[in-house]
């Protein structure tokens, strides 16, 4: 018989609404709670606001039924076992993260609490949140005995956050607490047992009852550095190969290559060696920033962040100098861009290369068509049409006219597009790729002049630059 438990998930972003439905599927009960009514009304109604995978089928079979959604937090708190905290954690004065929406979670908490309940941080939190949320909950006089504070950090991507959050590398629990050990071990029993892989209708991924995930007892305050480190680890993967990408531009070798031997060794891996125009996302740059600042608060000397973080912009930078080389002056220009969201398979777009890099380009003076599978109703809020930026259908209607193409968005329907085709519309046949979807041979044998991140350009654009 399954063993199902009363959660309560506060925050209906993308890792409290992923991990409501998941829990769900887990064979749990679920409340989540949000202080947006219409979030709350539009989840109710089958709207899952967010792109993503599995994301509409999960909700479907589960809201209104094994997931209820409310704005009430106190009646969520009294009936449940275990609350996950799952609000954000923005980027505040200075990169320092801004925790205030924990707070007033963890107060509303306190107030509605009147039988033992497991506090879990999901949301990543800087080292020590979890003494401060015990602090919050002691000072609105709650008992010691009626409470537990749990560190259990969310490392799913977005585009494949549901098949990351059942199907993880590992699952963290940080706790010095026996009962709330306890209580975690059994939230999340049917993954690491290795029966859910075993159910019919489980979502896919790499797990398998032969292959259940880890399930890691920390400290807390080992399993909010843990959540903190991996994100600034991998971001500083992606920093490094761009920092080599551009040793490789000035040595006239190839980035892709490099990086295929250094992954081969099992000690580095291939993956989040990719180059390109620098991460983006809700996560690497407030996580990058907020580590950064709790080292520093804590007196250790950890400058190696401030060059990840320096690589990173700089990597725009770099990008729209090659734009520049490419078309020798920007100002009047008709440039394609291909890609809004930070990566391909979202229609996230914070903190978002591909934005930044159009507004840099609007400030340059250039006029832009643009299109991306799924962003571009969020793009248009904060980079709203106009007689310079236009919203097209698909990237046949971007190339149109072009001077220049732009691949600033790794979707995979960016990877094989009918090139004979692109390039019997564009103007001039130029693409510049900042996430090297294409090989450069394949790229001139279709007349195109390719420019590319970290790889020679082709023959002709050398001349070009060069002149
Ligand atoms: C990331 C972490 O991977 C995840 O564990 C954490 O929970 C949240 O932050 P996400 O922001 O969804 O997830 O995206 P991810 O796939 O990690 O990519 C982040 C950024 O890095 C994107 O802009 C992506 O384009 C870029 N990236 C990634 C590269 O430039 N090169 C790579 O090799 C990998």
Known sequence: MKDTIQIAVVGSGYVGLVAAVCFAEMGHSVVCVDNDQRKVDALRSGDSLIHENHLPELLERYRNSKVRFTSDLGEATREAEAI????????????????????AVANEIARSLTSYKVIVEKSTVPVYTNEWIRRVMERNGVSQRLFDVVSNP?????????????????????????PARALLARIYEPLTNGSYYEQDDSIDGFRSSAAPPPLLFTSTKSAEIIKHASNAFLALKISFINAVSNLCEAADADVEQVARGMGLDSRIGPR??????????SCFPKDV?????????????????????????????????????????LRGKKIGV???????????????????????????????????????????LVLPPGSNLRYMPDAYAVAHNAE??????????????????????????????????????VMSQNGFTYFSVGRPATQHVHELTTA
């Not at 996950?84 to 707070?103: H, M, N, R, W």
């Open 84 to 103: 996950f905290i799952a609000v954000g954690t923005p980027q505040g004065d200075s990169g320092k993260a801004d925790l205030s929406y924990v707070e």
């Open 154 to 178: 969310e490392f799913l991507r977005e585009g494949t956050a549901i098949s990351d959050f059942l199907h993880p590398d590992r699952i963290v629990v940080g706790t010095d607490s026996e």
């Open 272 to 281: 989040f060696l990719r180059p390109g125009i620098g991460y983006g996302g």
């Open 289 to 329: 920033a907020a580590f950064r600042v709790v080292a520093e608060q804590l007196g250790v000397d950890f400058a190696l962040l401030t060059e990840v973080e320096n690589i990173n912009a700089d990597q725009k930078k770099r990008f729209l100098n090659k734009v520049r080389s490419a078309l020798w002056t």
């Open 338 to 380: 291909l890609g809004l969201s930070f990566k391909g398979g979202t229609d996230d777009i914070r903190e978002s290369p591909a934005i930044e890099l159009v507004e840099m380009l609007l400030a340059e003076g250039c006029s832009i068509n643009a299109f991306d599978p799924a962003a571009m109703a969020r793009a248009e």
């Open 404 to 441: 220049a193409l732009l691949i600033l968005t790794d979707w995979e329907e960016f990877s094989h597009l009918d090139l004979h085709r692109l390039n019997g519309l564009m103007r001039y046949p130029i693409v510049v790729d900042g996430r090297n979807l294409y090989d450069p041979d």
